[in-house]
Every structure is written in structure tokens, then in C-alpha cells.
């Protein structure tokens, strides 16, 4: 029962565990992605909002790279490209290249668009061309690239271009710090031209886009979405710490599990001992009874005179039954009434042991032994009287039982104040001289059925429940009891009660 219990508790506090750490976790991550998404935007945003309000200088710059940038192309030109390397088997590029005037002349916006109308170079003037441009190849750095599979280095690198609604674009090196393949570029502009949305996730060429119109074109700006990808590390990350915290919170538990349930453990196990003390010791005067009641149904024409031995057997038997099972619902009742104040009232605690102490005189005499008190007048305890009443005379009564011959009994009562302290207790001591209990004993003399060692108890019968029922007493008044023992001192009970103001 008690593992099913620790099974049922361990999981319990794993799945909250989980579910707390899946719901911080997944918060976390969800931020740091969106996060990522709008500093992404933001800064394509802020690269739009450069092209779409420069100054003066920054405008003639625009105005002079972008004419000194490689020529563009659109869509409807790589499908002439495309055309003409099916039909003749080479292919013919479609760049075309337009003198600055030109370009400033057919654009129709600040930043100069290259058409469909250009004519072609012809091989020698683009070879002019390249041959002029070859000298300064080794001054030119070429910008990375993004898009479809290529990763940048970690850094939000932003690719800006001026692009019209017939898919002709220019691109705007100024602000731009990567470029985009031909390929790439003009089916992601194809996507976004034809888009309602400001700004999104082109997933299939892995790229950002924000765009804003411009005059009677857009301004599109894209980077690479690998810098919005760094949640999936957080969350691996924190994957393998969640693991690591539930691996160290299951051994947590598992300690914490027994810790725990250990009084639940030791209250079964006592519920069982109990049990069976109990009904051992209700089987010796059962067996008694029944046997007596066998001689007496044995000789039937005998007078109860001649058989008054059996009958007086089976009485005593029968008052001892009645006495233990008197006790265990004491101790049933103590348990389950705990913390009540229906049944207490303020009473005179001194009164109360003084009378206690008047009725075990006569026993102390018959016994030779002394008894002492000493008793400080007007002590209240706010409890019940009457199991209060019990608690003192079964204390008073085992140091009776145990004093050795010729020994002396002495009782105190003290409170308000002890050794010159003000004290908000009430202490009872019961000190008798005799033989010292044990060690091993002394731990468990409290427990519910048990009972010293026969050096100790020799013939004093009893069922060992008048110290628990004691105990429980004292502590359902929110006292408590304490035992000292010693062969020189003897043994003292000691009783602490908290005073009623």
C-alpha cells in the first residue's frame, strides 16, 4: 500500500513538474522566436525607411552606384532566355546594360529600372567590356549571398531593391549588405509583388521580405531567415535542462517521497501493531471466560456456591476486557478529538493534583513508602478536567507500582515562575526512587501496548496504554510529556502544560 502510495505521489509531482517546465519552456521559446521575427523586420523595415526618405547626398550616391551596378533583369526575360537556349540549344543572356543618361531618362522613379527595349551588346563591345572591368576585379568585394539554402555569417545581412509591378527590379547596393541569385530573386519578387502582407516568410527560399511602396514602384528589402532559426537552439537547449531538472527532481522526489510518507508508513504499522497487541491481549481473558464457562456447563447439578470460584474468574476476566477496551476507545477518542475545545473548560490545575496526591496517600502508607508534594496554589489550564484528572493519577500510580520498598514519591507542581523566570507553563514532576528504565525501553514507553522489561514490571499487570493515553492527554492541551531515568536519581516524569491567561 505505502509504495502504491509513493508511486501515485512520485508521479504526481513529476507530471506537475513537466507541465510546468513544458509551459515555462514553450513561453520562452515562443518569445525569443517572435522576437527574432521582429527584430528581422525592424531592421528590414529601417532599411526600407532609408531608401524610402534619404537626404540629398544619400540620394546622389543611390543615384550614382545604382548606375554603376550590374544591369537586372525580370521575369519575362528569363523566360526569353529560357526560349531561345531550347530553340537554338545555347543559351543568350538577357542582361542588358543601359548608359546612366538612359537609365535616368526610362525610369520613372528616383532610382533607374533597366527594361525589356534595350538592345543587347554584341560580343566584341561586351568583351571591351569585361576587359575594362578586369582591372579592377581585385577591388571589388562581392556581397554575400542569401536565400535558397545559402547561410550567412550569423549577421542580419539585408538585400534592398527598387522593384515595379511588371517584375523589372533595380538593385540598391547602398543599403544593401548581401544579393540574391537571379533565380531566387525573381520568383520571391513575383511572390511579394503579388502579396496583401507588409512584410513575411518566404519558406521556400528561406528568406524575410518587407516591402513599402515607392512613387509608382516598391521598395523590397529581404534577409536571410537563418536569424530568426536561433529559437530552435534555445530550444534543444533547454530541452536538455528540462531533462537534466526532471532527472534531478525524480531523485528528489524519490527521497522527499519516503521522507514524507514515512509518518504515514509508521502510522500504518502502528495501526497493525495495535491490532494485534489488541486482540492478544483480549485473547487471554476470552480464553479464560470460555474455559470457565466449560466447567461450570460441566457440572450442571452443582450450586453456584460450590462452583463460586469459576464465577468469580470469569468476572475478574470480564473487568479486565471491559478495562481495555474502556482504554483503546479512550485512545480512539483522543485521537479523533484532537484539537477540540468542546469539552474544556478553565479549571485550577493545583486543586486538581492536589486531590490526586490526597488519594495515593493511603496506597504510599500501605506500602511504606513516602510521598511528598509541593504545590504552587493557582495554576489554570484550559483543558478537560476529568482527563486531566486521569493523566495525573495513572503518572502518580505507575511511580506507585515502581518505587522501590522504603523509597519516597515526590510530586511538584510549579508555574508563573521557575528559577526566578517568568514562565507562560504549568510543569508537573513526579519523581520516584526504584530501578531505572532501561535505554533500549525508554524511546518507546509512550508507544500503545508496550511494557518494560519483567525486571522492571515484574506481576504489575497492566496492558501498557496508561502512559499513551497520558501522552495523548497532554498533547491534545498542547503540552507535553517528557521521561528521565537514572539508577542514581531514580525516575522522573515530567508534565509541561501551557497556562490559561
Not at 96 to 105: D, F, G, K
Not at 118 to 137: G, L, R, V, Y
Request: proline share 4%.
Amino acid at each position: 500500500m505505502i509504495t502504491k502510495l509513493r508511486k501515485k505521489f512520485i508521479f504526481a509531482n513529476m507530471l506537475l513538474a513537466m507541465v510546468v517546465l513544458i509551459t515555462t519552456f514553450g513561453v520562452v521559446v515562443y518569445l525569443d522566436y517572435t522576437a527574432s521575427f521582429n527584430d528581422a523586420y525592424r531592421q528590414l523595415e529601417s532599411a526600407i525607411a532609408e531608401v524610402t526618405t534619404p537626404k540629398i547626398a544619400q540620394i546622389e550616391s543611390i543615384q550614382r552606384l545604382t548606375m554603376d551596378s550590374p544591369p537586372v533583369v525580370s521575369l519575362e526575360d528569363m523566360n526569353d532566355a529560357n526560349a531561345t537556349a531550347d530553340s537554338k540549344g545555347t543559351i543568350t543572356s538577357t542582361r542588358e546594360v543601359l548608359e546612366p543618361s538612359q537609365e535616368l531618362e526610362e525610369s520613372g522613379s528616383d532610382y533607374p529600372t533597366i527594361g525589356t527595349d534595350a538592345s543587347i551588346p554584341n560580343s566584341a563591345e561586351a568583351s571591351n567590356a569585361s576587359s575594362s572591368t578586369e582591372q579592377d576585379k581585385s577591388t571589388i568585394v562581392e556581397a554575400p549571398s542569401i536565400g535558397e539554402g545559402t547561410t550567412s555569417s550569423g549577421l542580419l545581412l539585408v538585400a534592398v531593391y527598387n522593384v515595379q509591378s511588371n517584375g523589372i527590379y533595380t538593385a540598391i547596393p547602398t543599403i544593401s549588405t548581401a544579393s540574391i541569385s537571379e533565380s531566387v530573386l525573381l520568383r520571391a519578387n513575383d511572390i511579394v509583388m503579388n502579396s496583401s502582407h507588409e512584410h513575411g516568410d518566404l519558406v521556400d527560399f528561406g528568406l524575410l521580405y518587407a516591402k513599402a511602396p515607392f512613387n509608382d514602384s516598391y521598395i523590397v528589402a529581404y534577409s536571410d531567415d537563418a536569424s530568426t532559426k536561433s529559437w530552435s537552439g534555445l530550444a534543444w537547449m533547454l530541452t536538455g535542462v528540462g531533462l537534466a531538472a526532471l532527472l534531478v527532481f525524480f531523485l528528489i522526489n524519490i527521497y522527499f517521497s519516503r521522507w514524507t510518507l514515512r509518518p504515514v508508513e509508521e502510522s500504518i504499522e502502528q495501526q497493525q501493531q495495535f491490532t494485534a497487541d489488541a486482540s492478544h491481549e483480549l485473547k487471554t481473558p476470552l480464553t479464560v471466560i470460555l474455559a470457565n464457562m466449560a466447567i461450570l456447563r460441566s457440572s450442571p447439578e452443582e450450586t453456584v456456591g460450590s462452583q463460586l470460584q469459576w464465577v468469580e474468574s470469569t468476572q475478574k476476566e470480564a473487568e479486565r476486557m471491559q478495562l481495555l477496551v474502556s482504554d483503546m476507545l479512550d485512545l480512539a477518542k483522543l485521537k479523533t478529538l484532537s484539537q477540540t475545545t468542546e469539552d474544556k473548560i478553565k479549571f485550577d490545575f493545583s486543586d486538581l493534583v492536589e486531590g490526586e496526591v490526597l488519594q495515593f496517600e493511603s496506597v504510599a502508607f500501605e506500602r511504606g513508602i513516602t510521598m511528598e508534594s509541593t504545590i504552587e496554589p493557582n495554576l489554570y489550564v484550559f483543558a478537560n478536567p476529568e482527563k486531566f484528572g486521569r493523566m495525573v493519577s495513572t503518572l502518580i500510580d505507575n511511580a506507585c507500582k515502581y518505587v522501590n520498598d522504603g523509597g519516597f514519591i515526590q510530586v511538584t507542581l510549579s508555574g508563573h515562575k521557575i528559577a526566578g523566570i517568568k514562565s507562560p507553563n504549568a510543569i508537573l514532576a513526579i519523581h520516584n526512587t526504584g530501578p531505572a528504565i532501561s535505554d533500549e525501553d525508554l524511546p518507546h514507553l509512550f508507544n500503545r501496548f508496550y511494557r518494560a522489561d519483567k525486571a522492571r514490571t515484574g506481576a504489575k499487570g497492566g496492558y501498557g496504554l496508561g502512559l499513551a493515553i497520558a501522552k495523548e492527554i497532554a498533547q491534545d492541551a498542547n503540552g507535553d510529556i517528557t521521561v528521565q531515568s537514572s539508577e542514581e536519581d531514580g525516575t522522573v516524569f515530567r508534565v509541561t502544560i501551557p497556562l490559561s491567561v
